[in-house]
């Protein structure tokens, strides 16, 4: 059974040192917190979870998909006939079951989008805490690639809608003071975490 896993062949372990560099552009965009993965050869729902100190203990903050793509930030953002058009494609059963997990666990779920080229993460919260939607989403049918491995799949996908303010170059992590980012957490229109019912113990 894991031998069809797609991490488990040549073209899903070359995803592995990038998957690896988003996850460090995320912690060193948001010190103070940490991503867990899952089993990599196992088939989990979700790649991962964002973790926070809390007093003594790690606690989840975030339920997370994370993909890596061979595309540039141009090319997402475009709006040319063959461009992504700010928009994320994710199958729909997979997003459901992202979602339900973090329903069930009242955080959010959000997506990490590594863009390789580039060395650019876009990180959108897909869904809030709440399980109400963060962003705008549409279904479609579609024949897309299968796997990493090729193959063409006829199935029903979810476009998730990626906004410019989640675009973070790793030279742009504090140090550029940029005016655009937020500078602390828990902003409402910035953090990715945001709950307005979450209250850090001292």
């Known amino acids: 059974m894991n031998g069809l896993l797609d991490i488990n062949t040549p073209n899903g372990q070359k995803t592995l040192p ?3 560099r988003a996850y460090e552009i995320f912690e060193q965009r948001f010190p103070g917190f940490m991503v867990i993965s899952t089993i990599e050869d196992r088939a989990a729902d979700n790649d991962s979870f964002v973790c ?6 790690p606690v989840v903050r975030a339920v997370v998909e994370v993909k890596c793509r061979n595309e540039t930030l141009r090319k997402m953002h475009g709006t040319g006939e063959h ?3 700010s928009e994320w494609l994710i199958t729909l059963d997979k ?9 069930s666990l009242k ?4 997506g990490l989008c590594y863009l390789v080229p580039d060395d650019i993460l876009l990180v959108q919260r897909i869904y809030n805490w709440d399980g109400s939607k963060a962003t705008d989403i549409r279904d479609e049918w579609g024949v897309t690639d299968a796997t990493c491995n090729g193959g063409k799949a006829n199935r029903l996908n979810a476009y998730v809608k990626v906004h410019d303010k989640g ?6 992590v504090w140090a550029l003071n940029d005016p655009v980012l937020p500078t602390t957490p828990y902003e409402p229109e910035d953090d990715p975490f945001y709950d307005p019912r979450f209250k850090p113990r001292r």
């Open 18 to 20: 990038q998957v690896d």
């Open 52 to 57: 926070q100190v809390v007093g003594k203990r």
């Open 83 to 85: 461009d992504y058009h």
């Open 95 to 103: 997003l459901k079951r992202c979602g339900a997990i973090a329903a």
């Open 107 to 110: 955080v959010p779920f959000i």
């Open 167 to 172: 675009d973070w170059k790793p030279t742009q």
